[in-house]
């Protein structure tokens, strides 16, 4: 079945860890994005790519960085994981013309402690 | 600039009908969407209608577009506690190629 995968759903991790939060989709999406949820609900986006070996930096500025070697995977990484970095992070998929919407995951839980 | 706009809380009691209301500010949108997410997960596409719609029904929701008044409903007919969630609005910006989410109305569901 076609669908996009978040791994871990929830993770702890101390401050200073390196961490990657993964992201993969099956269903060969060219183009793919990262938000990072408030406790507030609100949704920001953080990273997008729109294929193999491109990315680009989103509304607001984050410690993260990713990469797109493949299409349907879609890594996000923190060097060193800081309290501010605790959040909900949601990765999405859209086929290249974004109309009918994205597909999203079902989110990582991060809480750096 | 592009921004959407919704209200931020809507209580509703069971088996009454939810509207839950949004505002966008680019007159080039081509499709407007209602997405859900429920505690713990991803955000579901609910729902999506073009921007030369007025109307578009689907089961027990109703989505309605203003476009003059650049104003987007959902009407969620008989609520039921499952309907409990976190709605979001959103706009497709064809020149940007990108979705603009609106901040989520949070549905609650009174006995």
């Known amino acids: 079945e076609a669908d996009i995968y978040q791994t871990p759903r929830y993770l702890v991790i101390g401050t200073g860890k390196k961490i990657t939060l993964e992201c993969s989709q099956t269903?060969?999406?060219?183009?793919m994005y990262w938000y990072q949820q408030d406790p507030g609900m609100e949704l920001h986006l953080i990273h997008y790519?729109?294929?193999?070996?491109?990315?680009e930096k989103g509304d607001l500025s984050s410690e993260s960085t990713v990469s797109r070697i493949r299409t349907e995977h879609f890594p996000l990484t923190l060097e060193s994981a800081r309290p501010s970095h605790t959040s909900q992070y949601l990765c999405?998929?859209?086929?290249?013309?974004?109309?009918?919407?994205?597909?999203f995951g079902s989110g990582t839980r991060l809480t750096v402690v | 600039g592009e921004d959407v706009e919704q209200s931020l809380f809507l209580s509703v009691r069971e088996g009454d009908s939810s509207v839950i209301n949004c505002t966008y500010t680019?007159?080039?949108?081509?499709?407007l969407y209602w997405y859900k997410q429920e505690p713990g997960a991803g955000l579901q596409l609910l729902t999506y209608i073009f921007s030369n719609m007025d109307m578009k029904q689907d089961q027990r929701l109703t989505v309605l577009l203003n476009k003059k008044d650049k104003h987007l409903s959902l009407r969620i007919a008989d609520t039921q506690t499952g309907d409990s969630a976190i709605y979001f609005c959103?706009?497709?910006?064809?020149?940007?190629?990108?979705?603009?989410f609106g901040k989520g109305t949070r549905l609650h569901i009174l006995p």
């Open positions: 999405a998929s859209s086929e290249s013309w974004t109309n009918y919407g994205y597909t």
């Open positions: 959103a706009e497709s910006i064809n020149r940007d190629d990108k979705i603009i």
């Open positions: 790519s729109y294929g193999v070996n491109s990315t």
């Open positions: 680019d007159s080039s949108s081509t499709y």
């Open positions: 269903m060969g999406h060219d183009k």
